[in-house]
């Protein structure tokens, strides 16, 4: 039962240009939506994350887009940079309960 | 605070074997999941566990068990070791239930089988 739909599995982009990676989510009691950043031989580790009751969080050069009535959820990366390069995953959560996308591998070409 | 800490870091089992790995959850956290990471794919999940009751289990065969212990620390043990078990299995610890909890991961143990 994947309760957490993730795309691109890939995503190649330029330095400078915008990286964009979706999600959408079956379980409307979800109420915390996280992004995890995750770099060759390391543990993925919490990026940027966002509530239901806001439509947008922005940190730095990463942004949240959530849609609550679609269900969906997004990763916009301004200005991409090679060091941005990593796996990126999406998760929604309930109390205790996590949910993981399956991941999309960005390259950020220099 | 100590993060996430998993054992060991790399282990190497022949086919048919078995390999036990250990996670140590963050304190105060009484969930641990596990999560299989095959070379250039996703999280694929695995097992949950929470205040010592499996709680949840992905599309593994049965060879793929575990527990949690009293101290919620957790093992995953994986019977009759196939090639293709060869990846990253990744713990991730959350606290107790609550809201906008965040899942705390571990670097990993690298099993490669032979």
């Known amino acids: 039962q994947q309760q957490v739909k993730q795309s691109p599995q890939s995503l190649i982009v330029q330095k400078g240009g915008i990286s964009i990676i979706n999600c959408a989510y079956e379980n409307t009691a979800f109420d915390y939506f996280p992004w995890y950043q995750q770099f060759p031989g390391k543990g993925p580790a919490l990026l940027i994350a966002?509530?239901?009751?806001?439509s947008e969080k922005k940190e730095g050069r990463f942004t949240i887009s959530f849609n609550k009535s679609a269900k969906q959820f997004s990763l916009h990366i301004m200005d991409s940079q090679p060091g941005d390069s990593a796996t990126y995953f999406c998760?929604?959560?309930?109390?205790?309960?996590?949910?993981f996308g399956t991941g999309t591998s960005l390259t950020v070409i220099p | 605070e100590a993060g996430v800490t998993q054992s060991p870091t790399h282990l190497i089992k022949t086919r048919g074997q078995q390999a036990t790995l250990r996670c140590s959850p963050i304190?105060?956290?009484?969930?641990v999941y596990w999560y299989q990471q095959a070379l250039g794919l996703g999280l694929q999940f695995l097992l949950w566990?929470?205040?010592?009751?499996?709680?949840n289990r992905g599309n593994f065969p049965p060879r793929f068990s575990g527990r949690q212990f009293p101290n919620y620390s957790s093992e995953l043990n994986v019977n009759a070791l196939e090639l293709e078990d060869s990846a990253l299995y990744l713990c991730?610890?959350?606290?107790?239930?609550?809201?906008?909890?965040?899942?705390?991961f571990g670097q990993g143990t690298r099993l490669t089988v032979v």
């Open positions: 304190s105060g956290h009484t969930s």
């Open positions: 966002i509530r239901p009751d806001v």
């Open positions: 991730a610890s959350v606290p107790r239930g609550g809201k906008n909890t965040e899942a705390f």
């Open positions: 998760a929604a959560s309930v109390g205790n309960q996590f949910y």
């Open positions: 566990y929470d205040e010592g009751e499996e709680r």
